[in-house]
């Protein structure tokens, strides 16, 4: 069975750093990858889906990447802003499952 | 931009009492997903349909839940009867054709008092 990690939990920086966001899964044999931002209360958005065959994506200031070998990708923000105050959840197709197996996200808080 | 609609945004119930969830996904999209959500977790699969077909429900608590997708367009989730532990946020997805990327829908609120 699909598990996903998603490292840290919670982050809180200053506006302005750039960060990484962390994910694993234990099964390599994924169709692809999708990170997802959700605000409190609200569903989810997609921000960026890598093809099992992709080493990365890139969207504005977004950028991910995926090492289906080692069962890891991560999440990379540049120049942070309050907006970006979300949970991030990574999620993985594949792996025995047709749906999604998701991560339980990381809490971020950019403080102004 | 093509988004998946669910209705309501919110829903209180009480225990005992029936209760259900409407999706929409996105025109053309023949695979549909509901999902749990707990607060503090990542979403959870209960069912997922393949145009009006059931694929995958063995997380879906057949004795009180059931869902259905009777002209692979729309689909009902359905709690009856509903219990505490049921409340959550359920989200409807569905997989766009080719890229199988997934597009969620804004999600119910369930709260069972």
């Known amino acids: 069975k699909q598990e996903v990690t998603q490292i840290p939990a919670a982050l809180s920086v200053p506006e302005g750093e750039n960060l990484v966001l962390n994910c694993s899964f234990t099964d390599s044999a994924i169709y692809n990858l999708q990170w997802f931002r959700q605000d409190p209360g609200k569903g989810l958005t997609s921000l960026l889906l890598?093809?099992?065959?992709?080493r990365e994506q890139t969207s504005g200031r977004l950028n991910a990447s995926l090492d289906k070998s080692s069962g890891r990708s991560t999440l990379y923000i540049a120049a942070s802003q309050p907006g970006d105050s979300a949970t991030y959840l990574c999620a993985v197709r594949g792996g025995g499952a047709d749906g999604l197996t998701f991560g339980k996200g990381t809490h971020l808080i950019i403080q102004p | 931009e093509a988004e998946v609609a669910q209705s309501p945004r919110y829903k209180i119930t009480e225990k005992s009492q029936a209760v259900a969830f409407w999706c929409d996904p996105i025109s053309g999209h023949a695979t549909l997903y509901w999902y749990r959500q707990i607060l503090g977790q990542g979403p959870e699969l209960l069912v997922q349909f393949q145009d009006e077909s059931v694929v995958d429900d063995s997380q879906l608590p057949k004795d009180r839940f059931s869902a259905e997708r009777l002209k692979g367009v729309d689909s009902t989730l359905k709690i009856q009867p509903a219990e505490l532990g049921d409340s959550a946020m359920y989200l409807c997805?569905?997989?766009?054709?080719?890229?199988?990327?997934?597009?969620f829908g804004s999600g119910t609120r369930l709260t069972v008092v």
């Open positions: 890598i093809q099992s065959s992709q």
């Open positions: 997805a569905s997989r766009t054709p080719g890229t199988n990327g997934y597009t």
